[in-house]
């Protein structure tokens, strides 16, 4: 199939903070589209100050899909974000709106935009608590050396990113089959990809500047009503995906009486810049992203502008 048989899809990326919703709403007003979140947070109900969820003014009137449709004790997998993605992507373009993925968690994208395939998995619920009891204990350093003996190619990518729960899932795929996560991989990408698809990104030519507007929105979080927030979210039981959500686990001491409030903000804030690099790093690999650089430009104006020309160079036609 070549591209202009492909469905084509517009895609906003870059590390927390960097100002993807505004601009994602911008260009579909501008480009007649329609936003289908690529956040494995932001799926969930009752999670919406840490997760900067946007709420209806800075939708404005845009339609905006897989957001706040499942509660916190729900598991959600890449697998299931993949396949309701692709049909809501589908539904889209028939309808003859451009369907816009706009997010940070850098797996859903590129498993959604690389068409992976996935099969049903084994799961072994003694070697996860196995597993996970093992990092409770020692930390990742040591599920990161096994791994590194037994498929260095994944070992490259996670001790980067160092996510605990991807890295006992890539022992426990080999553990239970035999097989790599990186061989797995290899083995469900289909021949070509199944999208046209026009990347742009956001980041800072000096990082800092984007820590600042890290901590800047966790300042606002904090005004708008994050502490009540977490105290509820807290008191509730959370599945092994919400679990991870930055922003509350990081406040759970204040609540416990083990530090006081302007720790854990300073906790929060750091943990939300490390996720940043993090996704700075997963999107660096990818050449295919248009970069705009948000602090060499003049404003807002400027940003979405050199977005519009990206999307025009593309054959994206305004409204």
């Avoid at 007649?32 to 979140?37: A, F, K, N």
């Avoid at 977490?230 to 922003?247: D, H, N, S």
Wanted: glycine share 6%.
């Amino acid at each position: 199939m070549s591209d202009k048989d492909k469905i084509k899809v517009l895609t906003v990326v870059g590390p927390t903070a960097s100002g993807k919703t505004a601009l994602a709403v911008a260009l579909a007003k501008a480009f007649d589209g329609e936003v289908i979140s690529a956040d494995s947070m932001q799926i969930y109900k009752e999670m919406s100050i840490a997760t900067a969820k946007p709420d209806e003014e800075e939708k404005d009137g845009v339609v905006h899909h897989l957001m706040d449709f499942l509660p916190p004790s729900e598991i959600f997998s890449v697998a299931d974000y993949v396949e309701q993605a692709g049909k809501i992507i589908e539904d889209v373009h028939k309808r003859g709106k451009l369907p816009i993925i706009c997010g940070g968690t850098g797996l859903y994208i590129d498993s959604l935009l690389k068409g992976v395939k996935f099969t049903e998995e084994k799961f072994d619920p003694k070697l996860r608590e196995k597993l996970n009891e093992e990092y409770k204990e020692f930390g990742i350093e040591p599920l990161l050396e096994r791994l590194k003996e037994i498929d260095f190619e994944s070992y490259e990518k996670l001790k980067v990113e160092r996510n605990p729960k991807r890295v006992i899932r890539a022992l426990e795929i080999y553990e239970t089959s035999g097989v790599t996560m990186s061989e797995q991989i290899k083995n469900s990408l289909p021949e070509e990809l199944p999208y046209d698809t026009v990347k742009i990104g956001l980041k800072c030519a000096d990082r800092q500047n984007l820590y600042n507007r890290i901590n800047l929105r966790v300042d606002l979080m904090m005004e708008r009503g994050l502490l009540e927030e977490a105290r509820e979210v807290l008191k509730k039981p959370l599945g092994a995906t919400a679990v991870m959500a930055i922003g509350y686990k990081e406040l759970a001491p204040y609540f416990n009486g083990e530090k006081n409030l302007d720790e854990c903000i300073e906790h929060l804030k750091q943990e939300t810049r490390r996720y940043a690099k993090r996704q700075l790093t997963w999107f660096g690999r990818d050449k295919d992203i248009n970069w705009i650089l948000t602090d060499e430009c003049r404003n807002f104006e400027d940003v979405f502008q050199k977005a519009a020309d990206i999307c025009g160079s593309a054959g994206l036609v305004k409204k």
